[in-house]
């Protein structure tokens, strides 16, 4: 990919939310980006935990030679111990973060100003540092662009009174109340729950106020697997949008055969049969109840299909083992694209979080959803009702909030059901998404028309913060 046209040095700055789910869409984004123009260069910031991490992963020495990482003190809790205390966690990246990343963006301007800073929507500073420097800020949305067009509108959202629980009105669709189709996907059940957040629904309203100050957007998603919201959000969003998704490490793919196999785990993946094996992961930050992961572990068990499942938790890994028994391996970590790309996979048990729902799309295997919070609400009503390649498990939560291992062999029997009607159209609807997101990403594609002309509109100085000054 490349803009074809030399041009003078530019540097852009990085500002990641720091979280795995959005520091690896920003680093994608990253390398995309010093690929489109050999004259962009790129500087990370992450605190210091992250800069060990990257590290230890292999991913900092992987980075292109102009993308390179800076850090800033760990002034936020650990990474390590995030899921104990989200909401303070939140907190501390908004009341803390930003002036560490306000003095790094200092010093680097003594060296010369950054030509644009590419920040994470949720940074509720990071638009303000921008125009307090002259510096066009660019924000990145590392969540579905449905559910950026819904908390774009959040002020006229229904109101919670209750009225949502009543029978048939759990299920009516946000688009009821806006002139958007593309909500359909947004129910108000789903408005309730987030509404119970209520710190993090407050800085959210702050975060949608700063972006409307932001000189463009960058979504992580592409523009055919979200049309109508894609076209939603230019309709309302004063400032250019560009979809340049689909934002994973899909070049990791390429020329990597001799790789994969050093990894134990593909030699069980290579004996199962083609379409066989359900692959199981709720992500690096979701935590279920023990009594939830035995119904998981017992229902899938009991299910039809052998599975794959990947659990952080080295006491909880070995309890699902025993469980599962010669049925399934369970393993502590995997490269999830590569496991999802591999011909033994037929199905995903997921939390849908936004990159996993991205990885599974860009491999075309259908999805068992299984949302906890947030996003995943919205996902997994994409996954179901409206692209149709998978089953949403959230209808079946009994009134204990747990999904029962009855269920979950179920949705996990017919999903995985070769000759199951419905389940050969989710494989069918699937296999086109694959190839749609692919093509995104070729030159000539959608997403790649839309990063090449972000580089280029950075190039040319289209990107203006003046206009946004005036705002403050």
Request: proline letters at 6%; glycine letters at 8%; aromatic letters at 8%.
């Amino acid at each position: 990919m490349s803009t074809g046209a030399a041009s003078a040095p530019r540097h852009l700055v990085a500002v990641p939310y720091p979280g795995r789910g959005h520091i690896n869409p920003m680093l994608v984004v990253c390398r995309l980006l010093a690929a489109a123009d050999t004259a962009v260069t790129v500087t990370v910031v992450v605190t210091e935990e992250w800069h060990a991490l990257l590290d230890a992963a292999g991913v900092s020495a992987a980075l292109p030679e102009r993308v390179r990482l800076a850090t800033i003190p760990n002034v936020i809790p650990s990474e390590r111990g995030r899921g104990a205390d989200p909401v303070g966690f939140i907190e501390a990246v908004h009341a803390k973060m930003g002036e560490p990343v306000e003095r790094l963006l200092d010093r680097l301007a003594l060296e010369r100003k950054p030509d644009a800073i590419v920040a994470d929507t949720y940074l509720t500073w990071g638009v303000a540092a921008g125009a307090a420097r002259g510096i066009p800020v660019c924000s990145l949305w590392t969540m579905p662009a449905t559910f950026f067009l819904a908390l774009w509108h959040m002020d006229r959202w229904p109101p919670a009174d209750g009225r949502e629980g009543k029978e048939g009105e759990s299920s009516k669709s946000l688009d009821q109340y806006f002139p958007f189709p593309a909500l359909s996907s947004v129910k108000c059940s789903d408005i309730k729950i987030f509404r119970t957040a209520e710190q993090p629904m407050k800085l959210v309203a702050q975060v949608f106020s700063n972006v409307r100050k932001a000189q463009c957007v960058l979504f992580t998603s592409f523009y055919e697997l979200e049309a109508g919201a894609v076209n939603g959000a230019s309709q309302v969003v004063s400032c250019p949008i560009y979809t340049v998704g689909p934002s994973i490490p899909h070049t990791a793919l390429e020329g990597d055969t001799d790789k994969i196999h050093h990894e134990k785990y593909f030699d069980w993946l290579d004996a199962q049969p083609r379409n066989s094996v359900m692959y199981v992961s709720f992500g690096s930050h979701v935590s279920l109840p023990s009594s939830q992961l035995e119904e998981v572990a017992l229902g899938l068990h009991e299910s039809t299909a052998r599975f794959f499942w990947v659990s952080r938790d080295m006491a909880t890994m070995t309890a699902l083992q025993r469980i599962s028994g010669d049925k399934g391996l369970v393993v502590p970590w995997c490269d999830q694209l590569k496991v999802l790309c591999h011909p033994s996979i037929g199905g995903f048990l997921s939390h849908c979080g936004w990159n996993s729902t991205l990885e599974a799309v860009f491999a075309g295997v259908p999805i068992l959803a299984f949302p906890v919070g947030w996003d995943q609400l919205v996902n997994s009503h994409l996954i179901a009702d409206e692209w149709k390649i998978g089953i949403d498990l959230r209808g079946q939560r009994r009134e204990d909030g747990v999904v029962s291992r009855a269920a979950i062999s179920a949705g996990v029997t017919k999903l995985m059901d070769l000759g199951d009607g419905d389940s050969l159209e989710m494989r069918r609807r699937a296999a086109e998404l694959r190839e749609a997101s692919r093509s995104a990403i070729q030159e000539g594609g959608s997403s790649w028309c839309c990063l090449n002309s972000f580089v280029r509109d950075i190039i040319e100085g289209k990107l203006d913060v003046a206009a946004a000054e005036t705002t403050q």
